[in-house]
């Protein structure tokens, strides 16, 4: 391969910290076929790998830049260049930290359902997840992060997403606050933390700050490296600004679960949970950005006010790509019509969202496409402590979303591997 290469053999600090500038983009121009020259194998270290060469928009956090990447496995070397395909953009691949299901598969169904969920949400631009549970009888949460790691440790879901994890929402939120949760809550006793901690998946948590023994639980899963995520709680701003601030202290991460969505709302004399989040200067949030979970305003409010840690997420249900009609969650029965997922009491059950679709209404929502790209993947990977991807730099993984003019998703790669069939 010729060009420069700009090896960075290993990644000690989290990627993807460049510039800070919005970079709006016209997305207006002639539709191209993303450039990709053919595959060519080349021997490293004694063995054969494919190494591939993508023109169009670079999306980098900085701005979109027309250039060149040369990848195999990793990402060899970003080069920007006067001139490239105008209407292809290469965004990093979307990284979705709170997803049950898709495809007919859920989290819960073991791991086919798992196996179903990643490659459905990889032909949507996802190349990284974390298998969601859901508030179920405790042997069947159990079962369900050995059904994770069962499939971690089978190498993971071949033309699916990259399984790095479980987030454990649920049982230990508050029964007052469950949105489509079963009423299965139990709590954090240190037994427990323990016996989900031994499955050695869990990534990220859900947890009720207001529930006895959440504190203690939050302090050993951010020892554990485990994400704590504030959600499906009655807690007031006081409350959860205190259980944030002790786990920053203790080196860990945060995130809000679904901010805005069980959790409450703010007020100018009750900031409750999306104020005291949204106020944390370290507290990242997920959003469920499908038109229906949380109002533009809302989430350009999220923007606006935490600038780099807003986190796009599905939170989707199974029915999640099969379009309208009778579904299931937790075991419980679901409606989706117009896109719209509810159970018999009304409520909203999950999502039937995908990232490429997050992206389009975030875009429409005014946010310049860097800024999206970030809430995709760098957001996201570092909220759960990922530093080997979520952003186009070399060394780091090659997962890559292709998008046309449109921001439809037309190639995907995960780890330097194509996944969908139009993918040269
Ligand atoms: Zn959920």
């Not at 909203?348 to 310049?368: C, E, F, H, M, Q």
Request: proline content about 8%; some cysteine; charged content about 20%.
């Amino acid at each position: 391969m010729s060009g420069p290469r700009l090896e960075r053999p290993g990644v000690l600090a989290p990627p993807c910290g460049a510039g800070d500038r919005n970079f709006p983009v016209d997305h207006r121009g002639q539709q191209e076929r993303p450039h990709a020259a053919p595959p060519r194998a080349v021997a490293q270290a004694g063995a054969w790998r494919v190494s591939r060469t993508l023109r169009g928009q670079l999306v980098l956090p900085g701005g979109v830049v027309p250039g060149e990447l040369h990848f195999g496995r990793t990402l060899e070397a970003v080069m920007p260049q006067a001139e490239a395909p105008q209407d292809v953009f290469i965004l990093p691949g979307f990284v979705d930290t709170h997803v049950h299901g898709g495809g007919g598969g859920d989290t819960m169904d073991g791991p086919g359902g798992i196996r179903t969920l990643a490659r459905l949400h990889a032909r949507h631009g996802t190349t990284t997840l974390l298998p969601t549970t859901i508030t179920n009888p405790w042997e069947k949460v159990l079962a369900a992060l050995q059904a994770v790691r069962e499939v971690m440790e089978a190498g993971g879901v071949v033309g699916g997403a990259d399984v790095i994890g479980a987030h454990l929402e649920g049982p230990f939120i508050s029964p007052q606050r469950l949105g489509a949760q079963p009423a299965h809550t139990t709590l954090p006793t240190p037994d427990r933390v323990a016996e989900v901690l031994d499955s050695g998946v869990v990534r990220a948590v859900t947890l009720a700050p207001e529930l006895p023994g959440a504190w203690e639980a939050a302090l050993t899963f951010a020892q554990a490296g485990v994400r704590v995520g504030i959600g499906h709680t009655r807690a007031d701003a006081e409350m959860v600004s205190a259980l944030l601030d002790a786990v920053h202290s203790a080196g860990g991460r945060t995130c809000a679960t679904h901010l805005f969505n069980a959790m409450g709302g703010i007020e100018g004399r009750q900031p409750g949970p999306p104020g005291a989040l949204l106020a944390d200067p370290h507290a990242f949030l997920e959003v469920i950005l499908d038109g229906i979970h949380v109002h533009p305003t809302s989430f350009r409010l999220a923007h606006a006010a935490a600038r780099g840690r807003v986190v796009l997420v599905t939170d989707a249900m199974r029915a999640a790509g099969l379009g309208d009609g009778e579904s299931e969650l937790g075991g419980q029965p679901v409606t989706v019509r117009d896109g719209r997922a509810t159970l018999e009491s009304g409520s909203l059950a999950g999502s039937v969202l995908t990232l490429d679709v997050a992206l389009k209404n975030a875009v429409r929502a005014g946010i310049p496409l860097p800024e999206v790209s970030r809430m995709l993947s760098a957001a996201p990977a570092a909220s759960v402590g990922l530093t080997d991807r979520g952003c186009l730099e070399p060394g780091l993984r090659a997962d890559l979303t292709v998008l046309d003019r449109d921001l439809n998703v037309v190639q995907v790669y995960v780890a330097g591997l194509p996944l969908l069939e139009n993918t040269p």
